[in-house]
């Protein structure tokens, strides 16, 4: 027959030392709870985590931003600094003085020497002697006097001086002189009318240049008997009136 399992009786030394231990801990007096300190510390702990859920929340919102911003308006590349330092032009010679283009139908003051550029390879420019211009081809400028005494200054008049261009195109230019400043040219060619450029020189010298560039048909080009393409050339003034005016052909 089975006896029941009982625990072993616990020794008499044992049964001492927990009475002593019991004893010894009833003489502790613990010490004060520090509430004031463990409150800082939560507090300190509550601000961090406050600040990094913070900071968390910003970054979640810039990513998307950013994201918009690449995608709109960033370029692929980095662009040059606009204060970038570019080498200076090339200089350009001062032996003579560099043509300067002038449009057709217009009056223009020009500088005793200052040479115009009225075509590709063609200049043509004033001095206080005559007309001056130079065209492709030429060996050297050709020139027309106005101190030769071959015009007379003292009358209103109009050269002419035409020549053909490479492209077909006819270069006409002339003399005029008259009382009074020029306004307006007006000449009129085989090709029909147009207005030409005045070139004059500062203050009121009683004379200046004309020149027009005009392009022929072959149909209205001039037959053997007739070498001119201008028919007429008539100089206005300011008020309109006719400054000097001289008929070339039919």
Known sequence: MNRPFRSPRPPAEAERLREVFAEAAYDVTPSAVPLAAIEREGRRRGRRRTTAVLGAACGALLVPLAVVVLRDGAPAAPSEPSDRVKPPAASTGTASPSPSPSPSGRVRVVTPGERVQVAPGTKIWLAED?????????????????????????????????????????????????????????????????????????????????????????????????????????????????????????
């Open 130 to 250: 005559g007309k001056h211009w130079l065209e492709p081809g030429a060996p050297e400028a050709q020139f027309r006097s106005v101190t030769d005494g071959n015009l007379d200054l003292s009358a209103p008049g109009v050269g002419l001086q035409e020549s053909g261009q490479q492209d077909g195109t006819s270069f006409l230019s002339g003399i005029f002189h008259g009382p009074g400043k020029p306004a307006r040219v007006e000449v009129r060619t085989r090709a029909g009318n147009l207005n030409g450029t005045a070139l004059t020189l500062p203050g009121n010298p009683g004379w200046g240049v004309w020149y027009a560039l005009v392009k022929v048909p072959h149909s209205a080009a001039p037959g053997t008997t007739s070498t001119s393409v201008t028919r007429k050339v008539t100089v206005y003034d300011a008020a309109g009136g006719v400054l000097a005016s001289q008929e070339f052909g039919p």
